[in-house]
T-cell receptor
Framework: GNSVTQMEGPVTLSEEAFLTINCTYTATGYPSLFWYVQYPGEGLQLLLKATKADDKGSNKGFEATYRKETTSFHLEKGSVQVSDSAVYFCALSASSGPSGSARQLTFGSGTQLTVLP | DTGVSQDPRHKITKRGQNVTFRCDPISEHNRLYWYRQTLGQGPEFLTYFQNEAQLEKSRLLSNRFSAERPKGSFSTLEIQRTEQGDSAMYLC?????????????FGSGTRLTVV
C-alpha cells in the first residue's frame, strides 16, 4: 500500500537558519506529492506540490523536488522565520495510472517546527 | 465562497451519544473528503464523495459512522454511540478535479471530545 515517512520532530531552529524536513514515500502508480502546513488551531493549508518526477514545487521560500530514484520529497527553506513555526505534513496522492484520477491523500505523521527569534 | 466551512468547531459529548458534523465545500468542487486526525498524527482518510455518490470508505469507518452528501453540496458525518476512541479532529476537504496535481482545500476541522 501507499505510505509516507517523515523526519520525526520536533525541530527547533533559530531565525534565518536553514531548514530541511525529510520525506520518503512508497506508492503504486504515479503519485503526486504535497507538503501541507498546519498552524495552531487551523486546518491544513497546501504549501507546495509536484506532480511528476524531477518537478520542483515552491512557495513562500519553501522548495521540494520530486525525486523518483530515491522516492523522496524533502522540504527545504534557506532562511526560516518565526512565522514559519507550524506542523508540516508530507503527503501523496496516488492515481490509478498515468491518466487516472487522484483519490485520497496519504499523510506522514507530521513534523513540528519551532523557530526561535 | 472563501473556502471549506465546517461546523461546529468544537464538540464535547458524553460517551454513547450521537453526534453530527457538517461540511460545506467550495461550491464548484465536486469531490469531498472526510479525514480524521488524532493528536500527533497525520490525517487518515475516512471517506470520499464525487458529487452525491460515496465512492470510497476506509476500514476506519466502522458501522457507527455514516456520511452523506445529498444533492452533491454539503456533507454530514454522523457518529452513533460515540466512544472515547472517537475523540479526534475531523477534517473535511474538497477538490475540483480529477487530475493528480490538484491539491485539496481543507476546512478548519471539528474537534470532537468524548467524555
Amino acid at each position: 500500500g501507499n505510505s509516507v515517512t517523515q523526519m520525526e520532530g520536533p525541530v527547533t531552529l533559530s531565525e534565518e537558519a536553514f531548514l530541511t524536513i525529510n520525506c520518503t514515500y512508497t506508492a503504486t502508480g504515479y503519485p503526486s506529492l504535497f507538503w501541507y502546513v498546519q498552524y495552531p488551531g487551523e486546518g491544513l493549508q497546501l504549501l507546495l506540490k509536484a506532480t511528476k518526477a524531477d518537478d520542483k514545487g515552491s512557495n513562500k521560500g519553501f522548495e521540494a523536488t520530486y525525486r523518483k530514484e530515491t522516492t523522496s520529497f524533502h522540504l527545504e527553506k534557506g532562511s526560516v522565520q518565526v512565522s514559519d513555526s507550524a506542523v508540516y505534513f508530507c503527503a501523496l496522492s496516488a492515481s490509478s495510472g498515468p491518466s487516472g484520477s487522484a483519490r485520497q491523500l496519504t499523510f506522514g505523521s507530521g513534523t513540528q517546527l519551532t523557530v526561535l527569534p | 465562497d472563501t473556502g471549506v466551512s465546517q461546523d461546529p468547531r468544537h464538540k464535547i459529548t458524553k460517551r454513547g451519544q450521537n453526534v453530527t458534523f457538517r461540511c460545506d465545500p467550495i461550491s464548484e468542487h465536486n469531490r469531498l473528503y472526510w479525514y480524521r486526525q488524532t493528536l500527533g498524527q497525520g490525517p487518515e482518510f475516512l471517506t470520499y464523495f464525487q458529487n452525491e455518490a460515496q465512492l470510497e470508505k476506509s476500514r476506519l469507518l466502522s458501522n457507527r459512522f455514516s456520511a452523506e452528501r445529498p444533492k452533491g453540496s454539503f456533507s454530514t458525518l454522523e457518529i452513533q454511540r460515540t466512544e472515547q476512541g472517537d475523540s479526534a479532529m475531523y477534517l473535511c476537504a474538497s477538490s475540483p478535479g480529477q487530475t493528480p496535481g490538484y491539491g485539496y482545500t481543507f476546512g478548519s476541522g471539528t474537534r470532537l471530545t468524548v467524555v
